[in-house]
């Protein structure tokens, strides 16, 4: 689930694209060296860098404790993972076709008999249908060629195959404020960075987080400081916005064979 931590380090990551957008080991956007981190600077380290020239481009969250913006309950999602992996029968010989995906379930029913083999990292056609046949041959008479699987004597073959799937529940949306905070050694490159940073921003609607959820940003305002003890001391924070939820997610539990009814009531029986 997405946590504050990772708001702010997608922010932090926004303003490096923006920023460094050929990649950190290339100039910057606005001709000025600029180091963008989470939390707030180390004075010392301030200091080196404001006297080098170096821009420091801080990321943390506002003081106060957000707003909890929850306004309906949630009803859980089902995320099915995509498989190509299926059978193709043809009478009595079933074959194994597409390409393994890692914990997807493979079954075969033989006459009124189930098996089911879950796909590990590193199987390959061959060695699926290989684990399927040991597992079927201590009932049945089973005939392994590849990824070909022949039952001589079987009066039925069916082959299934089904995907792993994953339940997404939203157990609550909060907003919390967070601030950009530029930290320059002239108003020449406060300038710059806060004009690229504010834009690029700008541009975005939502956030991508972690948990593949989005956030969404919007601005709430800009605050410049110009401190007179340090000469060479020129900040200036963009504040923004983002409500973003937090959500469980939970491993589903895939059915290969068997039925499930529906009652009058909308319970699985």
Request: net charge negative; charged share 15%.
């Amino acid at each position: 689930m997405a946590d504050l931590s990772d708001v702010e380090e997608a922010i932090a990551q926004q303003v490096v694209n923006s920023l460094y957008p050929l990649g950190p080991d290339q100039p910057s956007s606005i001709g000025y060296p600029c180091r963008v981190f989470r939390g707030w600077p180390h004075a010392g380290g301030l200091s080196a860098d404001l006297a080098a020239g170096r821009i420091n481009v801080a990321i943390f969250a506002a003081s106060d404790p957000g707003n909890v913006t929850t306004r309906f309950s949630s009803e859980p999602e089902t995320l099915v993972s995509p498989t190509s992996l299926r059978w193709l029968t043809n009478q009595n010989t079933i074959t194994l076709q597409g390409e393994p995906q890692a914990s997807s379930l493979v079954g075969v029913q033989v006459n009124s008999a189930t098996y089911v083999y879950r796909v590990i990292e590193g199987d390959s056609l061959d060695l699926i249908a290989a684990n399927m046949a040991s597992l079927i041959s201590k009932d049945h008479v089973v005939e392994l060629s590849g990824h070909h699987i022949h039952f001589p004597f079987a009066s039925q073959v069916i082959g299934r195959v089904a995907a792993t799937a994953s339940v997404r529940r939203e157990l609550r949306r909060q907003e919390h404020d967070i601030k950009i905070s530029c930290w320059c050694p002239h108003p020449a490159a406060r300038d710059a960075v806060v004009s690229r940073v504010d834009s690029d921003l700008a541009r975005l609607t939502f956030l991508a987080l972690p948990d593949n959820s989005q956030g969404r940003l919007t601005y709430k305002g800009t605050n410049v400081y110009d401190q007179s003890q340090n000469a060479m001391l020129f900040r200036r924070d963009i504040t923004v916005s983002v409500e973003y939820s937090t959500i469980s997610t939970e491993a589903g539990t895939p059915m290969v064979f068997g039925s499930l009814g529906i009652n009058a009531i909308q319970t699985a029986i």
